[in-house]
């Protein structure tokens, strides 16, 4: 068995199961004192906003834009896309040279709704405009995706609303991203699809089905529960969601979504802004970051640290994946 202490790489075992699954996990990568330590220091330096790399005033009154990259301009997160516990197990699944182009904050309230079943491919569901763009190469996947690291900072109970997956579904795309959803805020909270309140953060994921007949088959599903500090692994082409939050004011549910693809994977082709949520980025201060390995494609905007200066220094597993 490996050293996980000194080496976090994927046993044979475990890639196939992924392989099966999709996903893999959870995984501790902090102890939960740690976590909720980390967590304390996050929390108050996410309301200044003043190196954040999106301005505040192109965010939209409703939007999630706010949650996205903020790995860019707080210490503690540029240190977690750098995670060797994480980016090792990444990349023993996409190989040795790797960009972290996203992070995301998923929090859920008291009383807020679940998230509908959804698969991600291109990341276009939302904007329109694919945000993700692999080669055409025999190597590349047949529909895209990528490597999503879901951390969770807080506890991660079915009453908080904890992750649901659906195994070995990464394989088969049921949505086509390309035919757009319409934004509506006030449809949030206010649905119930199967008998279970789920949206898609003012978005209705079912106008992406290619078979408007089609359903998900919750019987292939199960809830992921988590402590603060575990992370899930998984393709985000694989099915899935997460449950409603029914339990107290306190017990909220803070994840962290953290996503890599391989250096030659082109990322935001060809766009100047993003425009989901009822809001519009501009990607003018926008850069990647290697987090493993070495660039030999430079198609990316890459940056080596982050807005405070923090160095972002890449691992390297080359030679460790080839012996």
Request: net charge negative; hydrophobic share 30%.
């Amino acid at each position: 068995m490996n050293d996980r202490i000194s080496d976090f790489r994927l046993t044979p075992e475990e890639l196939a199961t992924f392989e099966e699954q999709g996903f893999i996990g959870p995984i501790k990568v902090y102890e939960p004192e740690e976590m909720e330590r980390r967590w304390n220091q996050i929390r108050r330096a996410i309301p200044d906003r003043s190196r954040a790399i999106y301005p505040e005033d192109a965010l939209g009154a409703v939007t999630n834009l706010s949650n996205y990259d903020r790995h860019l301009d707080i210490d503690l997160l540029s240190e977690h896309i750098m995670q060797r516990a994480i980016v090792e197990r990444v990349a023993s699944i996409l190989g040795p040279d790797l960009l972290c182009w996203r992070t995301e904050f998923f929090p859920k309230y008291q009383g807020d709704e679940g998230t509908d079943w959804h698969q991600a491919a291109t990341f276009a569901h939302s904007s329109g405009r694919p945000q993700i763009r692999w080669p055409a190469e025999n190597d590349a996947p047949a529909f895209g995706g990528t490597i999503t690291a879901w951390t969770a900072f807080t506890h991660s109970t079915k009453e908080s609303g904890c992750l649901q997956l659906m195994p070995g579904t990464h394989r088969v795309m049921n949505y086509d991203e390309s035919l757009g959803m319409s934004y509506n805020p006030d449809t949030i909270n206010k649905r119930e699809k199967d008998s279970v309140r789920r949206g898609f953060f003012g978005y209705d994921y079912r106008e992406l089905q290619k078979d408007p007949d089609w359903r998900p088959d919750e019987s292939k599903a199960f809830s992921l529960v988590m402590q603060p500090g575990e992370c899930v692994i998984f393709w985000s082409t694989l099915m899935h969601g997460s449950l409603p939050h029914t339990g107290g004011p306190k017990d909220y549910r803070m994840g962290f979504a953290t996503r890599y693809v391989p250096t030659q994977v082109e990322v935001y082709p060809d766009l100047g802004d993003v425009s989901e949520y009822g809001g519009t980025i501009p990607l003018d201060d926008y850069a990647s970051v290697l987090v493993s390995g070495k660039d030999e494609y430079g198609i990316n905007k890459l940056t080596d640290r982050n807005r405070r200066g923090q160095p972002f220094t890449p691992w390297d597993f080359r030679e460790s994946f080839s012996s």
